[in-house]
Protein backbone atom coordinates (compact mmCIF):
# COMPACT_ATOMS: atom_id res chain seq x y z
CA UNK A 1 0.00 0.00 0.00
CA UNK A 2 1.64 3.25 -0.80
CA UNK A 3 0.67 5.12 2.53
CA UNK A 4 2.36 1.98 4.37
CA UNK A 5 5.89 2.62 1.66
CA UNK A 6 5.66 6.35 2.34
CA UNK A 7 5.65 5.99 6.18
CA UNK A 8 8.57 2.89 6.10
CA UNK A 9 10.06 5.57 4.18
CA UNK A 10 10.90 7.34 7.50
CA UNK A 11 14.45 6.56 9.31
CA UNK A 12 12.86 5.93 12.40
CA UNK A 13 9.95 3.27 11.53
CA UNK A 14 10.90 -0.02 11.25
CA UNK A 15 7.77 -1.41 10.23
CA UNK A 16 4.15 0.15 9.90
CA UNK A 17 0.85 -0.45 8.30
CA UNK A 18 -2.30 1.70 7.82
CA UNK A 19 -6.23 0.22 8.47
CA UNK A 20 -9.20 2.32 8.30
CA UNK A 21 -11.01 2.06 11.62
CA UNK A 22 -14.87 3.25 12.38
CA UNK A 23 -14.97 5.30 15.46
CA UNK A 24 -17.60 5.24 18.10
CA UNK A 25 -20.17 7.24 15.63
CA UNK A 26 -20.04 5.11 12.63
CA UNK A 27 -17.28 7.78 11.29
CA UNK A 28 -14.62 5.80 9.20
CA UNK A 29 -10.71 7.16 9.60
CA UNK A 30 -7.53 6.16 8.38
CA UNK A 31 -5.03 5.20 11.09
CA UNK A 32 -1.15 4.43 10.61
CA UNK A 33 0.21 1.81 13.30
CA UNK A 34 3.72 2.01 13.55
CA UNK A 35 6.73 0.16 15.05
CA UNK A 36 10.02 2.38 15.35
CA UNK A 37 13.66 1.40 15.28
CA UNK A 38 13.63 1.82 18.18
CA UNK A 39 12.14 3.07 21.84
CA UNK A 40 14.28 5.68 22.40
CA UNK A 41 13.95 7.37 18.84
CA UNK A 42 10.52 6.92 18.21
CA UNK A 43 9.19 9.78 15.26
CA UNK A 44 6.56 12.14 17.13
CA UNK A 45 2.99 12.13 15.55
CA UNK A 46 4.04 15.76 13.66
CA UNK A 47 6.76 14.03 12.10
CA UNK A 48 4.95 11.26 10.65
CA UNK A 49 1.99 13.68 9.15
CA UNK A 50 4.91 15.91 7.66
CA UNK A 51 6.53 13.12 5.81
CA UNK A 52 3.24 12.02 4.71
CA UNK A 53 2.24 15.63 3.85
CA UNK A 54 4.93 16.18 1.21
CA UNK A 55 4.14 12.49 -0.63
CA UNK A 56 0.33 11.97 -0.44
CA UNK A 57 -2.80 13.82 -1.17
CA UNK A 58 -4.21 15.13 2.24
CA UNK A 59 -7.37 12.38 2.03
CA UNK A 60 -4.60 9.94 2.22
CA UNK A 61 -2.78 11.19 5.69
CA UNK A 62 -3.92 9.06 8.57
CA UNK A 63 -5.91 10.53 11.14
CA UNK A 64 -4.15 9.24 13.99
CA UNK A 65 -1.46 7.22 15.02
CA UNK A 66 -0.96 4.25 17.13
CA UNK A 67 2.65 2.87 18.34
CA UNK A 68 3.51 -0.40 18.77
CA UNK A 69 6.20 -2.35 20.21
CA UNK A 70 5.65 -4.94 17.23
CA UNK A 71 2.76 -5.87 14.86
CA UNK A 72 0.40 -8.76 16.27
CA UNK A 73 0.62 -11.74 14.19
CA UNK A 74 -1.78 -14.75 13.72
CA UNK A 75 -0.14 -18.09 14.43
CA UNK A 76 0.64 -18.42 10.45
CA UNK A 77 2.98 -15.46 10.99
CA UNK A 78 0.83 -13.45 9.10
CA UNK A 79 -0.36 -9.64 10.19
CA UNK A 80 -3.08 -9.73 12.45
CA UNK A 81 -5.58 -6.82 11.41
CA UNK A 82 -8.16 -7.47 13.98
CA UNK A 83 -5.70 -7.63 16.54
CA UNK A 84 -4.86 -3.59 15.56
CA UNK A 85 -5.87 -1.56 18.88
CA UNK A 86 -7.93 1.11 18.21
CA UNK A 87 -6.41 4.90 19.06
CA UNK A 88 -7.20 6.43 21.99
CA UNK A 89 -8.11 10.26 22.01
CA UNK A 90 -4.91 11.12 22.68
CA UNK A 91 -3.33 9.71 19.56
CA UNK A 92 -6.31 10.20 17.42
CA UNK A 93 -5.55 13.99 17.92
CA UNK A 94 -1.48 13.95 18.11
CA UNK A 95 -1.64 17.17 20.19
CA UNK A 96 -3.09 18.95 22.87
CA UNK A 97 -6.59 20.13 22.85
CA UNK A 98 -6.94 23.96 22.31
CA UNK A 99 -10.99 24.88 22.80
CA UNK A 100 -12.67 27.61 21.19
CA UNK A 101 -11.72 31.42 22.33
CA UNK A 102 -13.79 33.45 20.57
CA UNK A 103 -17.71 33.36 19.60
CA UNK A 104 -17.46 32.38 16.15
CA UNK A 105 -14.78 30.04 16.82
CA UNK A 106 -17.37 28.38 19.43
CA UNK A 107 -19.85 28.34 16.68
CA UNK A 108 -17.51 26.43 13.86
CA UNK A 109 -16.29 23.86 16.49
CA UNK A 110 -20.12 23.18 17.56
CA UNK A 111 -20.54 22.86 13.67
CA UNK A 112 -17.74 20.57 13.24
CA UNK A 113 -18.78 18.28 16.22
CA UNK A 114 -22.45 17.48 14.45
CA UNK A 115 -20.94 17.39 11.23
CA UNK A 116 -18.12 14.92 11.94
CA UNK A 117 -19.76 13.24 14.97
CA UNK A 118 -17.16 13.62 17.10
CA UNK A 119 -17.05 14.50 20.95
CA UNK A 120 -14.61 17.73 20.40
CA UNK A 121 -13.04 19.79 18.23
CA UNK A 122 -10.57 22.14 19.10
CA UNK A 123 -9.50 25.70 17.14
CA UNK A 124 -6.06 24.30 15.69
CA UNK A 125 -7.98 20.61 14.62
CA UNK A 126 -7.69 19.77 11.40
CA UNK A 127 -10.94 18.50 9.00
CA UNK A 128 -9.44 15.47 7.26
CA UNK A 129 -7.52 14.49 10.52
CA UNK A 130 -10.47 14.27 12.69
CA UNK A 131 -12.14 12.07 10.50
CA UNK A 132 -13.19 14.24 8.17
CA UNK A 133 -12.42 11.33 5.55
CA UNK A 134 -14.39 11.76 2.22
CA UNK A 135 -15.55 7.98 1.40
Request: hydrophobic share 35%; charged share 25%; proline share 7%.
Given at each position: ??I????????K???????VR???????????????Q??????S?E???S????????????????????????????????????P???Q??????????????????????????V??????D??????????
Amino acid sequence: MKIESALREHGKVREAVVAVREGDTGQKQLVGYVVSQSREEAPSIEELRSQLQGRLPEYMVPAAYVFLAELPLTPNGKLDRKALPAPSEEQDRGRNYIGPRTPTEEILCGIWTKVLGVERIGVEDNFFNSAGIPY
